[in-house]
């Protein structure tokens, strides 16, 4: 008796969609020209920068996603102006541009900067390393070769 229900149910729905609803056929309504011009997507990426002696996470747009190297190479060029004017800045010197990213097994990465790492401060380290730990599929240990100084993604600011 039970098994009558959902037949008579499952009836019902074909006829609702054979009939059409009351939907009457008619011409195609036309809409005008199609819109012209490209589309801007953005997506935002993460660097952390300095202010008042602390990391501070910074969004800016992109017009694509940027590799690692690159979003690096955005930390050693510093601030843009309008960051600087919200006291931002950079302890990441220009000469630690270019990077090399190895990663390695087991969740690890290895940053190496161009300048020496042991001639980082301790604050470009970390600047370093949350900005590379910031990815969406950053590995779990990050090192920058050299370093003096380490910092743990897990100790990154949110």
Do not use: H, N, W
């Not at 609702?16 to 005008?32: E, N, T």
Request: charged share 20%; hydrophobic share 45%.
């Amino acid at each position: 008796m039970r098994a009558a229900l959902p037949r008579r149910a499952l009836a019902a729905c074909l006829v609702a969609l054979v009939a059409g609803c009351g939907v009457r056929p008619s011409d195609a309504i036309s809409a005008g020209e199609p819109p012209r011009g490209s589309v801007a997507l953005t997506t935002t990426i993460v660097l952390y920068l300095v202010k008042d002696g602390r990391l501070s996470a910074v969004t800016r747009p992109s017009a694509r996603p940027l590799f690692l190297t690159e979003r690096l190479a955005l930390l050693a060029a510093g601030p843009t102006a309008e960051e600087r004017a919200f006291g931002l800045s950079t302890e990441v010197p220009p000469e630690a541009e270019p990077f090399v990213v190895t990663v390695k097994a087991r969740g690890r990465m290895v940053l190496t900067p161009s300048a020496p790492g042991g001639d980082l401060s301790s604050l470009a380290v970390q600047q370093i390393v949350c900005t590379a730990a910031a990815l969406p599929d950053s590995p779990a240990r990050i090192a920058v070769a050299g370093a003096r100084t380490g910092v743990d993604p897990r100790d990154c600011p949110a």
